[in-house]
């Protein structure tokens, strides 16, 4: 019961770098597509654009992100192979 108790907080452990990482990712990813577009944007119209326009764009985006609730109905597909893969190891090691 113990050891069960363990894995789980090694898995929630895992999960939640997992979810910070894919976080952060997102965030970049999300700042560089304001940037593709800004960059688009100008090209069509051949006019510069301001830099306050695109800080604006990108903080009302980060503060999106930021949203817990929209970030919780995220569907996430994770491949559970590596898992079982670390489990078997683990249950080698604990048999030896």
Same mark, same amino acid.
């Given at each position: 019961m113990l050891?069960?108790?363990?894995?789980?907080?090694?898995?929630?452990?895992?999960?939640?770098?997992?979810?910070?990482?894919?976080?952060?990712?997102?965030?970049?990813?999300?700042?560089?597509?304001?940037?593709?577009?800004?960059?688009?944007?100008?090209?069509?119209?051949?006019?510069?654009?301001?830099?306050?326009?695109?800080? %604006?764009?990108?903080?009302?985006?980060?503060?999106?992100?930021?949203n817990e609730?929209?970030?919780?109905?995220?569907?996430?597909?994770?491949?559970?192979?590596?898992?079982?893969?670390? %489990? %078997?190891?683990?249950?080698? %090691?604990?048999?030896?």
């Amino acid at each position: 019961m113990l050891s069960r108790l363990q894995e789980l907080r090694r898995e929630e452990e895992t999960l939640l770098r997992v979810k910070a990482a894919l976080h952060d990712q997102l965030r970049r990813l999300r700042v560089e597509e304001l940037a593709l577009q800004s960059m688009i944007r100008a090209g069509e119209e051949n006019v510069p654009v301001p830099l306050p326009a695109l800080a %604006e764009d990108t903080q009302q985006t980060l503060g999106q992100m930021d949203n817990e609730a929209v970030i919780n109905q995220t569907e996430l597909h994770l491949s559970l192979q590596d898992n079982k893969e670390e %489990e %078997e190891e683990e249950e080698e %090691e604990s048999d030896s």
